[in-house]
T-cell receptor
Framework: DAGVTQSPTHLIKTRGQHVTLRCSPI?????VSWYQQVLGQGPQFIFQ???????GRGNFPDRFSARQFPNYSSELNVNALLLGDSALYLC?????????????FGSGTRLTVV | GQSLEQPSEVTAVEGAIVQINCTYQ??????LSWYQQHDGGAPTFLSY????GLEETGRFSSFLSRSDSYGYLLLQELQMKDSASYFC???????????FGDGTTLTVKP
């Protein structure tokens, strides 16, 4: 069974541009959560989707949006990129919403905004 | 709001035992999880405690005291490969999300 897959693995964007990050959860998992991790800090919650519905939103600006598709894969979109958006973006897959019993993380997308 | 506190750094020698503590403040507490993250990698799930007591998985054990809002991760027979960052995380039923601490960097020396 494939684990959590994220694409792309690395990305360099210019300030003001838009980016789309993709995630496929573990087969059978209906929940996908997105986290942002800045160097030296713990992952910060951005969104949670369960059964294609948004179930939670973290303290991030409206430039951040996400959606979950019928096959439970998910996209995270960030508009009008700022230098401060440079981070590792992690997709977390779980059978229950929010990772109550633990998440399986993808390898992440490392976004650099220049 | 929610907050978690864990030490920023811990150093130990190979073969030793180390304990990483985590205290938390949250409403709607459901459970405490631990993750390991090597440099450049993604967090890997280690353990989950939903009830008070000790959970053992090989060289790693995790403990929870709900009344004290406290837990710890115990690593035994330390190996060089255990050098990594360790994060505690609490699941909040009200918010439906897991919140992570800032991590403890463990350095294992020969």
């Amino acid at each position: 069974d494939a684990g959590v897959t994220q694409s792309p693995t690395h990305l360099i964007k210019t300030r003001g541009q838009h980016v789309t990050l993709r995630c496929s959860p573990i087969s059978g998992h209906k929940s996908v959560s997105w986290y942002q991790q800045v160097l030296g800090q713990g992952p910060q919650f951005i969104f949670q989707y369960y059964e294609k519905e948004e179930r939670g939103r973290g303290n991030f600006p409206d430039r951040f949006s996400a959606r979950q598709f019928p096959n439970y894969s998910s996209e995270l979109n960030v508009n009008a990129l700022l230098l401060g958006d440079s981070a590792l973006y992690l997709c977390a897959s779980s059978s229950t919403g929010g990772g109550a019993y633990g998440y399986t993380f993808g390898s992440g997308t490392r976004l650099t905004v220049v | 709001g929610q907050s978690l506190e864990q030490p920023s750094e811990v150093t130990a020698v190979e073969g030793a035992i180390v304990q990483i503590n985590c205290t938390y403040q949250t409403s709607g507490f459901y459970g405490l999880s631990w993750y390991q993250q090597h440099d450049g990698g993604a967090p890997t799930f280690l353990s989950y405690n939903g009830l008070d007591g000790l959970e053992e998985t090989g060289r790693f054990s995790s403990f929870l005291s709900r009344s004290d809002s406290y837990g710890y991760l115990l690593l035994q027979e330390l190996q060089m490969k255990d050098s990594a960052s360790y994060f505690c995380a609490v699941f909040n039923t009200n918010a439906g999300k897991s919140t992570f601490g800032d991590g403890t960097t463990l350095t294992v020396k020969p």
